[in-house]
């Protein structure tokens, strides 16, 4: 394959790009700012250069990964405004030089509904100004008229990710600062950077994929309780599988965040937040049957193995620290 890579600098599109040269595909990078020409790559350029070359159709598919990430202090017009312009110019670029566009977009479209599992026919109702975002960036990419797959990825981690869910619990287990909320049954769902990355590869190429959506992660979810286990295995220490009530962490996040509203904090994250909180306390579900059925894939790297890579990658492996 030839493949079109946005966002080449970043966790996602980085993941992507390294794959696809390993399979000997040629990659072509999107980046904001002038790069060195990458190994392996086809060309690489700034978004301007991009669109100023000749219109050829030279790529198989284009994989957009540029956004704005889910992150603490960004503001929700940044959200939307970045997110749904990048999406527009890449669709201008998949016009031009792309035979297919692959969108990744997220789990957060769906927000934290009661019915669970979630699937693709879910409704959508993000809960934040980055889940609108995408929810936006799917619709232009579908109206755009052009052959397009939109990859739903959850919560993904893995080595090279910086701020990101997994580092945060990995680093506290590791000084047994965490606290598990409550019993520890509410559920998340994650996926390790590597099937994420060959997730979309797949969906560069599979004929059926054209015109879908395809929710990427884990086939099952795991418990709270379960993830602090495996995450206190990773890094050679052990935690408390229970912790305070939900209801008294939720007290306690909301006061976090009247001090952060109020700049106590002086632009750092607080230890706790509202939304942090809900990642973790809220239950979480999600099925991949049509992705394990028109993809034909399904995530390889489990939670334990997944968690070992990442403590290790961070230095707080069993005798690392």
């Known amino acids: 394959m030839r493949l079109l890579v946005t966002g080449a600098s970043g966790f996602i599109g980085g993941a992507v790009a390294r794959r696809a040269t390993e399979l000997g595909c040629k990659v072509g990078l999107v980046h904001r700012g002038r790069p060195a020409e990458s190994p392996g790559s086809d060309k690489a350029g700034t978004w301007e250069e991009w669109a100023a070359r000749p219109a050829s159709r030279r790529f198989d598919a284009l994989v957009h990964s540029a956004a704005v990430r889910h992150r603490h202090g960004v503001s929700p017009a940044e959200y939307v405004g970045v997110n749904l312009e990048l999406t527009r110019k890449a669709i201008e670029l998949a016009r031009r030089h792309a035979k297919r566009l692959v969108l990744v977009s997220s789990v957060a479209v769906y927000g934290d509904p009661s019915q669970l599992p979630v699937d693709e026919m879910s409704p959508l109702d993000p809960v934040g100004p980055y889940g ?52 520890g049954r509410s559920r998340v769902q994650l996926i390790y950077i590597d099937d994420v990355a060959n997730a979309l590869l797949t969906a560069c190429e599979a004929p059926a994929a054209i015109g879908s959506r395809f929710i990427c992660t884990y086939r099952d979810p795991i418990a709270m309780a379960d993830l602090v286990r495996l995450s206190g295995r990773a890094v050679g220490t052990w935690i408390p599988p229970i912790g305070p009530p939900v209801a008294l962490l939720k007290a306690g996040a909301s006061a976090l965040d009247a001090l952060d509203a109020a700049g106590f904090f002086r632009g750092r994250e607080p230890p706790l937040t509202r939304e942090k909180l809900a990642t973790v306390a809220v239950d979480h579900a999600y099925r991949i049957d049509r992705m394990r059925q028109v993809l034909g894939f399904e995530p390889a790297i489990g939670y334990e193995e997944g968690f070992r890579r990442t403590a290790q990658a961070l230095g707080l492996g069993p005798g690392m620290r």
């Open 132 to 183: 609108r975002s995408k929810i936006e960036s799917e619709d232009a990419v579908r109206d755009s008229g052009l052959p397009f797959v939109i990859v739903q990825p959850s919560i993904t981690y893995g080595p090279g990710d910086t701020n990101g869910m997994m580092e945060k619990i990995l680093r506290m287990v590791a000084a047994r600062f965490f606290v598990v909320p409550g019993l």
